[in-house]
Structures are given as structure tokens and as C-alpha cells.
């Protein structure tokens, strides 16, 4: 152990703490998949282990990722004063974290995705909604995380920041979301793409969740631009609204511009739309998100 700590130049405290961190984490990790099966009213066991339901599957991964996004955001490498406060710390941070994971999930199901029941479409192992849903709960975790990255003490204000962040998320989801919306419907005779995700149309949803992450990641900018602080929270989640809508826009011109370049010759209504083409599909999602890694990246 003593070779272990000169090699590496950690201390006994700091491993302590790391341990705190870590166990916490995977008891919230564990958590979220229960979690997940009651509030889809189904038992989590048997829908992945007996019904093999691989739209469940993906929605629980995704549940599951997205914690794990939230969790890197509340371990800031920052000790607290003592291994309760370490420990109080990150649980609280991880268990509102889950909270809002779920809570997005219904307001996802309700503003953004209202004409379809995801619950019902996972239960009849619809894997287009399992990534779909998947997709909207990683995009909420990657703004969580930039909020808790943001903030910092553990008082009324912070969750009160991560709470309106959480909004923020959910209002680029269902912005987003719409705006996609009439894309398609403009592209395929004013068919509705909920109803296409209902229909079990994988490459459109692959192509969606490219959206949405990038999105997520797009309003993640904001925070290398805005100074927290408790006395003007409201104004700068507002400038973290309006920072997104206009990072979103600009992520949105310029993945059109890579995916004309990338996909030269590829009709992608037809491909993906028509054809159900998960290949490009794929492709487009690699290009939306790695567009948004890099403006950001920039933005920093």
C-alpha cells in the first residue's frame, strides 16, 4: 500500500474519499435499474432476463449512462471536510441527479414525445422508443452534469441552479424535438415522425438520438461563458437559454454543412427516411455529435 501511495502521490485520505465516492456510485447505479423497472410498472428482472426485452434494455442503459454522466459532474476532485460531508455530498448530488433523470423521462414522454406511450412501446419491445428514450435521458444528464460542473456548495441555491438547468435541458428537448418534427414531415408528405418511432423505424431514431446529444452538449457552452453566482442565478439561466438556442442553431448549420461533405451523393430522406438505411443513420449521428464536441471544445 505504501509503494501504491509513492508511486501514484495519493494519500491515505484522499484514497478514503475516493472509495466514499466510488461506493456511492455504485449503489445509485444498482438503484437505477429498479428504478427504472417501477416506474414502467414492470419487474426489471424479467423483462431483461426472461422476456429478453431489448428495448428495455436500452432504455435502462440509457437511464443508467445518463446517471453516470450526472455522478462525474457531482465528483468535482475537490475533498469535502470531512468523509460525512464527502459522503452526504455525493449522495445528495446522485440522488437528485436520478431524480431529475426520471422526471425528465415524463416530461419527455408528455411535451416532447406526447402522441406516442413510450411505456407501453418498451413493454411490446419496440427498440426505436428504447433509443429514443435512451438518447433523451443522456442528453438531460449532459447538462445536468455541465450545471453541477457550474456550480459548487451544497446549499438552496445549488439545487435550486441544477433544478432550473434541468428546465433549460427540457426545453432544448422539446424545442428540438419540434423542429425535427417538421423536418420530416416536410420531407415525407406531413407524415408524423412520432408515429414513425411507433412504427419501429431504427434508423430515424439512431438519427434522432444523434440530435438531441448534440443539442445537449451544444447548451453545455453556456458554462464557459456565464459566472455562477446565487445573486444573479436567474439572469444567467436565462443567458444559459438563450447561449443554447443559438449554440444549438449554430451546431445545426454546421452538421449540415459536414454531413453534405461527409455524405456526398447520399439522398438521406431517402435513406434513412424511406429506406430505414441504420448505416447512415449511424453516420449521421457520429457527425451531429462529433460537430457539437468540437464547437464546444473551441468554446472553451
Known sequence: MNTFIEITGLTQELLIFLAIDIAIAIVLLGAMRFISGLSAQVNSTDELAKEDNFAFGISV?????????????????????????????????????????????????????????????????????????????????????????????????????????????????????????????????NASMQSAFAEGQIALAIRYAGQVISTALAVTAASHFLTYSPETLMINLVGWLVFGIIMTILVALLTSIAKRLVLMGINLVEEVDQQHNIGVACVEMAISISIALILTALMS
Do not use: P
Open 61 to 189: 442503459a440509457g437511464s443508467v449512462a445518463a446517471l453516470g454522466i450526472v455522478l462525474t459532474g457531482a465528483i468535482t476532485g475537490e475533498n469535502a471536510d470531512s468523509y460525512l460531508m464527502e459522503a452526504v455530498g455525493m449522495a445528495s448530488y446522485g440522488i437528485f441527479g436520478l431524480i431529475l433523470i426520471k422526471v425528465g423521462r415524463v416530461f419527455h414522454d408528455r411535451f416532447a414525445l406526447n402522441k406516442i406511450d413510450k411505456n407501453a412501446q418498451i413493454k411490446a419491445q419496440n427498440i426505436t422508443v428504447g433509443i429514443v428514450d435512451a438518447s433523451g435521458a443522456i442528453a438531460t444528464a449532459i447538462i445536468i452534469r455541465a450545471v453541477l460542473l457550474w456550480v459548487y456548495g451544497l446549499d438552496i441555491n445549488t439545487f435550486t441552479a441544477i433544478a432550473a438547468g434541468f428546465i433549460v435541458s427540457q426545453a432544448m428537448l422539446v424545442l428540438v424535438t419540434r423542429i425535427k418534427e417538421r423536418q420530416y414531415a416536410a420531407n415525407n408528405q
